[in-house]
């Protein structure tokens, strides 16, 4: 979270924590942060603010999701927990924890052509694979491997990885590129 906001604010951005539907309404774009995505869907339930974010982003709202941020993009889940729900707005599957127990964490650097000259280097940790890139999305980045682990489409971006840990802010600074674009 702390990460996020650092990067936001290195990009010139005024951050605000959302946490209510009042607060959602005042922002230009939103951050969906790492965590557990079972609990964040529970506890956006539970603020009601599950709703209000579904239509925030129908609405063009620009959304960037980090792993389980990105868990809550996706239109389809595997591996969900029983009951397990997302926003949606991201035409995708993705599978969660697709790396196993046994690899917790791990860095890679990604083919993201994008994303511009600079390789991209990624840390993932618990992290969701995209496994399937449905016709409204497109992948931004894959591992050598090929395995898609960023997305976009039109308002929204999501990555497996965690940009933020590391210095990366390519992908904060398309979400504010979005927003700039909305504004007009
Ligand atoms: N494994 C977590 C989940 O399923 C995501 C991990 C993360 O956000 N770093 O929600």
Redesign the pocket.
């Known amino acids: 979270m702390r990460e996020h906001a650092n990067t936001c604010e290195s990009l010139g951005a005024q951050v605000t924590l959302v946490r209510r539907p009042r607060e959602l309404a005042q922002v230009e774009a939103l951050v969906l942060p790492?965590?557990?995505?079972?609990m964040i869907d529970k506890l956006s339930r539970a603020f009601d603010l599950q709703k209000p974010i579904q239509a925030a982003i129908a609405a063009g709202l620009p959304v960037y999701g980090t792993?389980?941020g990105l868990?809550l993009l996706a239109d389809r889940i595997c591996d969900g927990i029983e009951g397990q729900q997302t926003f949606g707005g991201l035409d995708v599957t993705v599978r969660?924890?697709a790396f196993g127990s046994q690899i917790d964490s791990f860095e890679s650097d990604l083919h993201a052509p994008d994303l511009g000259e600079e390789p991209v280097r990624a840390v993932f940790?618990?992290?969701?694979i995209v496994a399937e890139v449905g016709p409204a999305a497109r992948s931004l980045a894959t591992l050598p491997g090929g395995e898609v682990v960023a997305v976009e489409q039109g308002n929204l971006l999501g990555t497996s990885f965690?940009p933020e840990l590391i210095g990366e802010t390519r992908f904060h600074a398309r979400l504010m590129d979005k927003a700039r674009a909305r504004r007009g």
């Open positions: 790492g965590g557990e995505s079972s792993c389980a868990i969660r924890n940790i618990r992290a969701p965690h």
